[in-house]
């Protein structure tokens, strides 16, 4: 019933209507984008589209940044606002602004702030405040050098297993890295700790991708000899070491792709995203990890979406006021033009 009535409303609004839908959404909603993508492919584009109404099908800090970098004529919308995100929600943004003034004032380092995109849009007003920008778990590696190059040094946030399993990659030595404590409201931060390091780590974490051990790759391995393993950058970083590769959704999809037919191959995310896999690639045994779903990306079901596109004319959208949008697009602009 759903499905016919999202299908009806597609075809009224045509091209003034474009779905997008991130590649941990479910199947049902996954079959009604019109774009589907991981979080770097869906903010790129944003710019391109001349669709009035923009329904993203995510968790709501990816509704909000697309609404940090939409054109005057369009209104974006979420099909459940309450779909947020455990690991965004661990950087609040008076919190983030409070220690990183609190580095600048005591260290006298130019520290640059870098935060992953899974953080709300007064987070990324704080970074373009201070001269720093936002990545994803796509372009992590590059955004990170280029903030090292900004001054002398970074501050990582909210995803502590991003940031050391990138710091791997870039080389950055583990005496040079420190994990803040921010506990009793950033009381408990010690500023003199951070005087050497060249990169500073907020304790946040993602749920999905933290319940994976280390203990499952091994049995796996064992379970399925000559199998790959490849897992998401916000695995714990012993988990990345011991897998045979790791990247965004889309190098997940594309490590898959490019698999030769017979292989079989464990994949550390979320499971809606393995499950699919497994579906397009049959001639290819694709194994989860472990059984991971996200409770918030399962908030958008195909009747909420349906309910909103029934009433998309005079529905609440998304929206920030500009002092908090023009130093986020800032932010945002500056990746977009690092990774272009």
């Keep these: 019933m759903y499905s016919k009535i999202i299908t009806d409303l597609r075809e009224k609004y045509g091209k003034r209507l474009a779905i997008l839908g991130h590649h941990y959404q479910s199947d049902e909603i996954i079959a009604?984008?019109?774009?589907?993508?991981?979080?770097?492919?869906?903010?790129?584009?944003?710019?391109?589209?001349?669709?009035?109404?923009?329904v993203f099908c995510g968790v709501h800090f990816m509704a909000e940044s697309a609404a940090i970098v939409r054109k005057d004529n369009q209104k974006i919308y979420i099909p459940d606002a309450k779909a947020g995100c455990v690991m965004a929600n661990m950087a609040p943004a008076d919190l983030v602004d409070k220690v990183l003034t609190k580095i600048l004032n005591e260290s006298g380092r130019k520290i640059i702030p870098l935060a992953y995109v899974n953080t709300p849009a007064a987070v990324k007003t704080v970074c373009g405040k201070h001269g720093g920008s936002v990545c994803t778990s796509a372009n992590a590696v590059k955004m990170m050098k280029w903030a090292l190059d900004q001054g002398d040094g970074v501050l990582f946030l909210p995803d502590k297993n991003l940031a050391f399993n990138t710091a791997d990659k870039l080389g950055i030595p583990e005496e040079k890295r420190l994990l803040l404590d921010i506990r009793k409201n950033g009381e408990n931060l010690d500023v003199s700790e951070t005087l050497d390091k060249q990169l500073l780590v907020w304790p946040g974490l993602c749920a999905i991708h933290q319940r994976f051990k280390l203990s499952q790759i091994e049995n796996l391995?064992?379970?399925?000899?000559?199998?790959?393993?490849?897992?998401h950058p916000e695995c714990p970083p012993a988990l990345v070491q011991a897998a045979d590769g790791d990247g965004s959704t889309s190098y997940l999809i594309k490590y898959v792709s490019e698999s030769p037919a017979g292989s079989t191959i464990v994949v550390g995310t979320e499971?809606?995203?393995?499950?699919r896999l497994a579906q397009l690639f049959p001639d290819k045994k694709i194994i989860p990890l472990s059984v991971s779903f996200c409770s918030s990306m399962a908030k958008i079901t195909e009747k909420k979406l349906a309910e909103l596109l029934q009433n998309i004319e005079t529905a609440d959208f998304e929206d920030v006021s500009d002092e908090i949008r023009e130093p986020a697009k800032v932010a945002l602009e500056r990746?977009?033009?690092?990774c272009a």
């Design 335 to 338: 990746m977009l033009k690092v």
């Design 271 to 275: 499971t809606n995203l393995v499950y």
């Design 32 to 54: 009604h984008t019109d774009l589907a993508g991981d979080s770097l492919e869906l903010a790129r584009q944003i710019d391109k589209l001349e669709a009035e109404y923009i």
């Design 221 to 231: 391995r064992i379970q399925h000899p000559g199998c790959k393993v490849v897992v």
